[in-house]
T-cell receptor
Framework: AQSVAQPEDQVNVAEGNPLTVKCTYSVSGNPYLFWYVQYPNRGLQFLLKYITGDNLVKGSYGFEAEFNKSQTSFHLKKPSALVSDSALYFCAVKAGGNTDKLIFGTGTRLQVFP | NAGVTQTPKFRVLKTGQSMTLLCAQDMNHEYMYWYRQDPGMGLRLIHYSVGEGTTAKGEVPDGYNVSRLKKQNFLLGLESAAPSQTSVYFC?????????FGSGTQLSVL
């Protein structure tokens, strides 16, 4: 069965520093991987996805993610964090079949300090 | 541009009561989903639909029913609410590229 793991409940980073939010996955076949962000009292918003091609995927708000097949990882990154990036981040993998179901990780809270 | 709209936003129920959560999307999407979000557990899929008149079970379907009588609407029902169903419920629709989420319904069952 497809699954994702987000090993960190919370990541703290100072504004202006680079940030990384970790995600590892387990899939059978080719992985379809996603990152979503949730701001307080809001629904999730799409950030980026990997289906095939370049291992470095660029997304919204200056975020990018690096797909690493050998390490089965899909870490979210940003070169310079902003206080406004503080939110809950979810990694997700597409479940098998043709239903577009996503299996989500447990989420990582990113806190960016001024 | 409304996107995905969920009603109500908040609700408090007593154990054993029933209620229906409504999700409406104006993007003409075929696929729709109901998730619940609980602390430390992320989002878990309750039920989903791949088109009008079709529904299917997700990861945690017990205690819930759904209906998709119209393409734009996806209803989630709780026939006899239990405290374990206290959660935040999110509806989403898909354009086959990504999911679009509503702003959620916070449900407390006392």
């Amino acid at each position: 069965a497809q699954s994702v793991a987000q090993p960190e409940d919370q990541v703290n980073v100072a504004e202006g520093n680079p940030l990384t939010v970790k995600c590892t996955y387990s899939v059978s076949g080719n992985p379809y991987l996603f990152w979503y962000v949730q701001y307080p009292n809001r629904g999730l918003q799409f950030l980026l996805k990997y289906i095939t091609g370049d291992n470095l995927v660029k997304g919204s708000y200056g975020f990018e993610a690096e797909f690493n097949k050998s390490q089965t990882s899909f870490h979210l990154k940003k070169p310079s964090a902003l206080v406004s990036d503080s939110a809950l981040y979810f990694c997700a993998v597409k479940a098998g079949g043709n239903t577009d179901k996503l299996i989500f990780g447990t989420g990582t809270r990113l806190q960016v300090f001024p | 541009n409304a996107g995905v709209t969920q009603t109500p936003k908040f609700r408090v129920l007593k154990t054993g009561q029933s209620m229906t959560l409504l999700c409406a999307q104006d993007m003409n999407h075929e696929y729709m989903y109901w998730y619940r979000q609980d602390p430390g557990m992320g989002l878990r899929l309750i039920h989903y639909s791949v088109g009008e008149g079709t529904t299917a079970k997700g990861e945690v379907p017990d205690g819930y029913n759904v209906s998709r009588l119209k393409k734009q609407n996806f209803l989630l029902g709780l026939e006899s609410a239990a405290p374990s169903q206290t959660s935040v419920y999110f509806c989403a629709s898909s354009n086959r590229e990504k999911l679009f989420f509503g702003s959620g319904t916070q449900l407390s069952v006392l």
